[in-house]
């Protein structure tokens, strides 16, 4: 054969594979988005969770779409600064849409930054008030706020025929925006306000809390502080006799409560967000996520399992509708245009202001079961 003729076989072959690698480039998908959990530090239970769910997520993205997104993760330890500091550092690396902060008061510390410097947020598990307000359309989440959170817990104490209420709440961003939202909540109820008790994260003893809080004789107590402080006050309240009801919030469905606490937790009663335990999703999740993980799902493993595919779904749209050329404000418009998406923790949807729209609320109540305590739903 010509050799001149064979090298231009060459040559030709040559260009189209460099062709088709350039074309196959070019259909890959190069999103990054961020992730600012904390991963380390008293709270990294919590970011490992949620990480999980989130990871699950995108290998459910790669098996059903056969596409490859990618999360930065930033460990925020849980501090304000840290998160903000993470946060620019994403956005210095190209990251312009987040699937987590982990935590109301980190994020509400990040929103000006977030807003000034056109980054859009999106969380699973935040849940004060008026975080969408502060976000200026930037933040979208997931999870109900605890207003509706506590407007449950009340709901469920009026049906127990409780008439005296006691609230303890620890001194920090969360657990006031909990004690605010109560107390509005609470003056619209038929139930009495006997007491608001504070403590400090971390406090270790709580002998003069809980002899306070039964000198007020409450038929119930909403306990808005961390699980490892929880267990902690439920074994004085236990030594102490306390007689009043408790009810929690779903951060009460983390393990460190229970490693304290033990059988004492039993009776302790929980509003978490209903997550849709009979939908396909769910179901195909919870399997996935025992047989990687070796201990079933929280809330926070949902929440953030669907969080990256709301997230991603919406990109996509956001795609379809404004070419690959979308901006933040095609997203937030896709978002605020009557959308829902069915997933693991089910039904969700926004309203015109880009608020999720709440689903209803579980009654959980721990219990011992099989010897072990268990958190179980209420018939």
């Not at 596409?67 to 460990?75: E, G, W, Y």
């Not at 509708?321 to 978002?335: H, P, Q, R």
Request: proline share 3%.
């Amino acid at each position: 054969m010509n050799k001149k003729y064979l090298f231009g076989i060459i040559i030709v072959l040559l260009v189209g594979v460099i062709a088709v690698s350039v074309f196959n480039r070019k259909k890959e998908n190069n999103l990054v988005v961020g992730s600012l959990l904390p991963l380390s530090g008293q709270y990294g239970a919590y970011g490992t969770m949620a990480q999980r769910g989130q990871l699950l997520a995108l290998d459910e993205i790669k098996s059903k779409y056969n596409d490859s997104i990618k999360i930065a993760f930033f460990d925020t330890e849980y501090l304000k600064d840290v998160a903000l500091s993470r946060l620019m550092e994403a956005k210095n690396n190209n990251v312009k849409y987040f699937v987590e902060i982990f935590g109301s008061d980190q994020v509400e510390h990040c929103l000006d930054y977030a807003y000034n410097n056109n980054l859009f947020v999106f969380s699973g598990v935040d849940t004060k008030p008026d975080l969408v307000e502060k976000g200026k359309g930037n933040f979208a989440c997931i999870m109900p706020s605890d207003a509706d959170a506590t407007r449950e817990i009340f709901l469920w104490m009026e049906e127990q025929n409780m008439k005296n209420v006691a609230i303890l709440y620890v001194n920090d961003d969360w657990g006031e925006g909990l004690l605010s939202s109560a107390l509005y909540n609470l003056s619209n109820s038929s139930l009495n306000l006997v007491g608001q008790f504070d403590i400090n994260r971390n406090q270790q003893s709580f002998t003069s809390t809980v002899s306070k809080i039964k000198e007020k004789n409450p038929d119930a107590l909403c306990v808005f502080i961390y699980p490892d402080d929880g267990g902690r006050f439920i074994k004085e309240a236990s030594r102490q006799n306390l007689k009043a009801e408790l009810y929690a919030t779903e951060n009460f469905t983390g393990n460190d409560m229970i490693k304290t606490a033990q059988s004492l937790a039993e009776g302790v009663k929980l509003i978490i967000p209903a997550t849709s335990g009979n939908n396909p999703v769910n179901k195909q999740l919870v399997e996935k996520y025992m047989e990687k993980y070796k201990e079933e799902p929280t809330i926070f493993a949902l929440k953030g399992y669907d969080a990256v595919l709301v997230l991603y779904d919406v990109l996509q749209k956001a795609k379809n509708i404004a070419s690959e050329d979308y901006t933040i404000d095609d997203v937030k418009n896709v978002i605020r245009d009557n959308y829902h998406f069915y997933g693991a923790t089910g039904d969700i949807g926004f309203n015109e202001k880009g608020e999720f729209i709440p689903t209803k609320y579980e009654r959980m109540v721990y219990t011992i079961k099989d010897k072990e305590i268990q958190l179980v739903p209420v018939k």
